[in-house]
């Protein structure tokens, strides 16, 4: 919220970074909803990602559908791939878990790219309208700020119910939570396809952003950059995915606008946020 | 039926490189779930000083300095560093780390050598092609497989014989007895990273005649060489080679039956592995 009326007051090209990091912080919430919430890491969140962009992109500039249609095409999408990976992925564990849906990524990515007569294959899309509500990049962010709070406070309020506290439970200890009585693995499953619609409308709302998207936003770059800024933001809390997401994606625009080492930066900021304990603040 | 044979053997060379890179990532997985992101960056590293040296010291010097000057470089990053931070509960903390790692590395490797790609001729010694009856075949790759068969062998017998090798093996059996019986599992797991980053450097080098060096290469390697770990199953040499074969194997075919598609084959297997058996094709036993 601060930032969002920081970046108003500044305007120009603050206001489309600010827009931007809001969508990368929905993109990092819905990853944080398996991350923080089961306790798997998931590098396969770049394909649902790219597959809302994709989706909601296609169906404006081809079809003319209306927008809000487009995003909810954009989530419904991405919400199928992950009703495809889900159950599969979630018979592995740990390291497992991270290299299946790190496969199931790439594979979506490269069906992607080869589909040249829908997606245009590596030369990517462009010319993608702009929502009608972005016309004045101000109102964009606004109504982008708003559906981050939403989806913020929709996903607090997911995982403050049964359903929430029975995964958050299984998390810690997962035969004590599916010997009460929980039907834990099925629920997984749920949180796993509603974390993929949610990051797939971050791609969805990403495509009309930034007017051009290639198949490059499917892969396991786009999967660890999220990630990243789960980790950051302590990796157990769903408002800290958000506001690493806030924080890397103002960190990348000020250091890359500046020199070519946004990798030694970020590499020496990861490393910074471990050793200094800032992860552990309030932890026993 | 030449064409098959060499397909294979380039697939087998490509093994031995892979075993490399994959052997000491499995092992410090296997000790103490400790997931090295920095891994790639080694390997890359490893290549990139062999590039450099190999005016100055030859490459049969390079092969010696860069896998050293590397496991210099990780004992001290592990030591001063990631040991910190050792145990299953840190995971998130080795991930950031190793990963930070990881992109400070690519970043000086990219200012440090450029941003083209390199290529090296096979050393002298090795150059040419040997004549294999039905087809010939660069000798330079046949002796990058015996070299992998030697590395696979001479681990082995360190594993079982030596006293390092026991205490692996009883730290990456059980690490809280292993550490009532007084290993200090932190060292080993110190000592098996820096050998396994030198490791991965050594298929750096002997990796440089066959794959362009380029930036990007070392996040390339990491992923496959994360493959080959979780088809294995982690924390077992033995299984990584075999699991080497196969992913190298069919990153060879894959590569020429279905140039465009060849990831595609490696992530189908990847997948079907794992969702058919979870914790690797070659693990006995589930992991603790």
């Not at chain 1, 169906?59 to 791939?81: K, N």
């Not at chain 2, 992109?103 to 040997?130: K, N, Q, W, Y």
């Not at chain 2, 690490?175 to 932190?186: H, P, Q, Y």
């Not at chain 2, 997948?271 to 058919?276: G, K, P, R, S, T």
């Amino acid at each position: 919220m601060v930032v969002t009326i920081a970046a108003l007051v500044i305007g120009g090209r603050t206001v489309f970074v600010a827009t931007q990091a809001a969508i990368l912080g929905i993109g990092a919430l819905g990853l944080a909803l398996v991350v923080a919430r089961v306790g798997l890491i998931s590098l396969g969140h770049g394909a649902f990602f790219g597959i809302g962009a994709y989706t909601s992109a296609l169906m404006a500039r081809d079809l003319g559908t209306p927008s809000v249609l487009g995003l909810a095409g954009g989530v419904g999408a991405a919400m199928a791939y992950g009703a495809f990976v889900g159950p599969l992925a979630l018979r592995t564990r740990g390291l497992a878990f991270v290299m299946v849906t790190l496969a199931f990524g790439e594979l979506a990515r490269v069906a992607l790219q080869q589909s040249v007569g829908l997606t245009g294959g590596d030369t990517g899309l462009s010319g993608i309208p702009r929502q009608p509500w972005a016309e004045d990049p101000r109102v964009g962010l606004v109504v982008t700020a708003a559906v981050l709070l939403a989806t913020l406070e929709g996903a607090r309020w997911l995982m403050a119910t049964t359903f929430g506290r029975s995964i958050d439970a299984a998390r810690q200890d997962e035969s004590k939570a599916s010997s009460l009585g929980y039907p834990v693995a099925r629920w997984r499953t749920i949180l796993f396809v509603i974390s993929a619609g949610v990051t797939g409308l971050a791609g969805a709302l990403f495509a009309h952003h930034t007017s051009f998207i290639s198949p490059e936003l499917l892969s396991w770059l786009t999967s660890g950059e999220l990630l990243v800024m789960v980790l950051v933001g302590g990796a157990l809390s769903l408002a800290g995915a958000v506001m690493g997401a806030i924080g890397l994606t103002f960190a990348e625009d000020l250091v890359t606008s500046r020199t070519d080492h946004w990798e030694l930066v970020l590499g020496a900021l990861l490393m910074l946020v471990v050793l200094s304990g800032w992860l552990r603040r309030g932890r026993p | 039926m030449d064409l098959i044979l060499l397909y294979a053997l380039n697939g087998l060379s490509y093994a031995s490189i892979l075993y490399l890179v994959a052997v000491g990532l499995s092992l410090t997985y296997g000790l103490g779930r400790f997931l090295d992101l920095a891994h790639g960056g080694f390997y890359l590293l490893g290549a990139y000083l062999c590039l450099s040296l190999v005016d100055s010291v030859g490459f049969y010097g390079a092969l010696v300095v860069a896998p050293l000057a590397v496991m210099v470089l990780a004992a001290g990053v592990e030591r001063l560093v990631l040991r910190r931070y050792a145990g299953q509960h840190r995971a998130v903390e080795q991930m950031l780390l190793t990963f930070g790692l990881a992109f400070i590395l690519s970043d000086l490797m990219r200012t440090v050598f450029g941003g083209r790609i390199r290529s090296l001729p096979a050393p002298e010694l090795l150059a040419g092609t040997i004549d294999l009856g039905i087809a010939s075949f660069p000798i330079y790759r046949l002796a990058v497989i015996l070299v992998g068969l030697i590395v696979v062998m001479t681990i082995a017998i360190v594993l079982r014989r030596t006293r390092l090798g026991t205490m692996v093996r009883a730290a990456a059996a059980d690490r809280s007895v292993a550490a009532s019986l007084g290993i200090d599992t932190g060292r080993v797991l110190g000592t098996t990273y820096a050998l396994g980053a030198g490791l991965a450097a050594f298929g750096g080098v002997i990796g440089a005649p066959i794959i362009a060096t380029s930036t990007g290469l070392d996040f390339a390697t990491l992923i496959l060489a994360l493959i080959v770990v979780v088809v294995a199953g982690a924390g077992s040499a033995g299984a990584t080679f075999s699991s080497a074969i196969l992913v190298g194997l069919f990153d060879s075919f894959g590569r020429a039956l279905v140039p465009r598609l060849s990831v595609v084959a490696l992530f189908l297997l990847l997948a079907v592995v794992l969702i058919m058996r979870p914790y690797g094709l070659f693990a006995r036993r589930a992991p603790g």
